[in-house]
């Protein structure tokens, strides 16, 4: 009876998002343009699709460049969309882009035309990195790119709430490409499945698989950890993410033991009470080590650190590519190209 509720609530939902895209489809809803190259990289599906990795990359792959770039994104409970890292006013994801991504500027603003604004009016920005922003289309995009993740690739082939999409798989046809995430966690003939679903959908996409690849763990009290220190060590592991699984996958993959394992709600605001108990019961089974994520380590790293018991440490990823990087790397860098052709470029 659940699920059969389910189905029958997703049928108001998808035809709100229908109407809605055939309506900028059709022009009759207007799309903003900017003085900016604009990369919008989202997803098809609510949860972790592995996305934040490929805005960093993005980011780097502008500075690179030379040329002056800003991350656009809701963010989620931010409180203050002016802040620094350093004030711990970022949430979540921004926190992590500003960390990872220091020469780019995060403008956090739940409407993205006046992010986009701001982050041209205040930063001079010449590339705007729209994070999350596939189904978002009130602002103009020069290149979609769609995040899939391997694990769980269309959300059970059924829209919110009876199963994870954000809106019909078809709606693939608007991305220029297609990156797919944590390749390494599935069959290569689960993975040339998925590949054929988008094919299928939009034969034209660029197509590109890659993996979020482990470089090491940095430790809350100071320091760092290789991965050779950390094989055979026992890990407790902990996570407030869509795809938790994902994460312990990852743990066990570089050879960790994993003696417990705890997930939270995705974008949980983390306690002291929170901490001091997987804490506790890392210290119980014995762990040489409490391992989380980066994006759970922004929002903990500011809390009292508990005492005795295995060291906190985040374990950090970086978006590896598999296959299709140069093709989507030449996408971008057209548009790149265009931008310094066009007067735009570094120092104008």
Excluded at 243 to 249: C, Y
Aim: proline share 5%.
């Amino acid at each position: 009876m659940a699920r059969l509720l389910l189905v029958l609530l997703s049928g108001p939902y998808s035809l709100a998002v229908r109407v809605r895209n055939g309506l900028y489809s059709l022009h009759l809803l207007r799309a903003h343009k900017v003085d900016a190259v604009v990369i919008s990289a989202g997803n098809l599906t609510t949860g972790g699709t592995g996305k934040t990795p490929l805005v960093v990359w993005l980011c780097r792959l502008v500075r690179r460049r030379g040329l002056r770039c800003a991350v656009l994104t809701r963010g989620y409970r931010a409180t203050n969309q002016k802040s620094e890292i350093e004030n711990q006013k970022y949430n979540d994801e921004p926190a992590l882009l500003a960390a990872e991504c220091p020469d780019a500027n995060v403008v956090v603003e739940p409407d993205r035309v006046a992010g986009a604004r701001q982050a041209i009016r205040e930063h001079n920005a010449q590339v705007l990195i729209l994070d999350d922003g596939f189904q978002h289309r009130r602002l103009a995009r020069g290149i979609d790119i769609v995040t899939i993740d391997a694990t769980l690739p269309f959300g059970y082939g059924r829209l919110l709430p009876a199963g994870l999409l954000r809106e019909p798989i078809a709606g693939l046809r608007r991305a220029d490409a297609v990156v797919i995430t944590r390749c390494d966690q599935v069959s290569e003939e689960r993975l040339a499945w998925i590949e054929e679903q988008i094919r299928r959908i939009h034969p034209q996409a660029i197509v590109a698989t890659s993996i979020h690849a482990p470089i090491g763990a940095a430790v809350q009290a100071g320091g760092e950890i290789g991965l050779e220190e950390l094989r055979g060590k026992r890990v407790s592991a902990f996570c407030g993410l869509g795809n938790p699984e994902a994460f312990f996958d990852t743990v066990r993959r570089i050879g960790c033991i994993l003696v417990g394992s705890r997930s939270f709600d995705d974008h949980c605001v983390y306690t002291s009470d929170c901490l001091h108990e997987v804490h506790r019961q890392a210290k119980e089974r014995k762990a040489d080590f409490l391992l989380t994520t980066q994006k759970d380590w922004t929002k903990i790293a500011k809390l009292p650190p508990p005492e005795g018991g295995p060291p906190l440490a985040c374990l950090g990823i970086e978006l590896k590519f598999i296959r299709g990087a140069e093709p989507l790397t030449a996408l971008i860098e057209h548009a790149l190209n265009d931008t310094i052709r066009h007067g735009h470029g570094p120092g104008e």
